[in-house]
């Protein structure tokens, strides 16, 4: 679809990576023609609570799913940056860093549900197209599909025309996977060879990650 250099951003705590970050990102981006999606994770999550795994671990669990996927490409922007994880201040290091690329911001339908909230507002589309996948159980609140009406992009067949700006929602394969829900089934050891690649469950085993409740 896409004719002219472009970049793909995903950005999140990932404790731990799954799949149902990783597959719908893949087909999405397949569709976009991305050669390249950085993954991102943050350093302190702004909306949520501290991570369960250390900086280094979930570092290291990423790095496994770059090397099982070349597409994706680990950045450490925001872990290494002394402050909170405000997606602006990536969007704005990043259009300098790649001034002559499109960026294409991917993110789940509960994150495009409270994009009026984030950080910048407004400004964020002055840097990139938002890429949402969709995810089991969320659909688009009336609220926001209002505020969006005129950037709402419904499965697009083309690249759009605009360098930035649009919401990009594509019905990629949906998949019912929470970090929550993995981070459960390791403390009652149960079977998630669905879940997650073998070498980041073995990673996990390794570290013993997720055993114990957090508090």
């Known amino acids: 679809m896409e004719?002219?250099?472009?970049i793909g951003i995903f950005g999140g705590t990932f404790?731990?990576?799954h799949y149902g970050h990783i597959k719908p990102v893949l087909e999405a981006s397949s569709k976009l023609g991305l050669t390249q999606v950085l993954l991102i994770p943050n350093?302190?999550?702004v909306h949520k609570p501290t991570a369960s795994a250390s900086t280094d671990q979930r570092l290291d669990m990423l790095k496994l799913i770059c090397e099982n996927?070349?597409?994706f490409?680990?950045?450490?922007?925001e872990v290494e940056r002394q402050q909170e994880s405000f997606s602006l201040l990536t969007l704005q290091e990043l259009r300098k860093q790649f001034p002559q690329q499109r960026i294409y911001f991917f993110i789940g339908m509960d994150s495009l549900n409270t994009l009026p909230c984030w950080f910048g507002g407004e400004q964020l589309f002055d840097y990139c197209h938002f890429v949402v996948t969709r995810r089991p159980g969320y659909t688009l609140t009336p609220e926001v599909a209002a505020t969006f009406s005129q950037r709402i992009i419904e499965n697009p067949e083309t690249a759009p025309q605009n360098?930035?700006?649009k919401v990009l929602i594509f019905d990629t394969n949906q998949l019912d996977i929470s970090s929550s829900q993995i981070r459960q089934a390791i403390r009652e050891n149960s079977p998630m060879e669905h879940l997650l690649p073998d070498d980041v469950f073995s990673y996990i085993s390794k570290q013993k990650l997720y055993q114990e409740p957090v508090s």
Do not use: F, S
């Open 15 to 17: 404790d731990p990576i």
């Open 163 to 165: 360098d930035a700006g």
């Open 43 to 45: 350093r302190e999550p």
């Open 73 to 77: 490409k680990l950045d450490t922007r």
């Open 69 to 71: 996927y070349p597409v």
């Open 3 to 6: 004719t002219r250099q472009a």
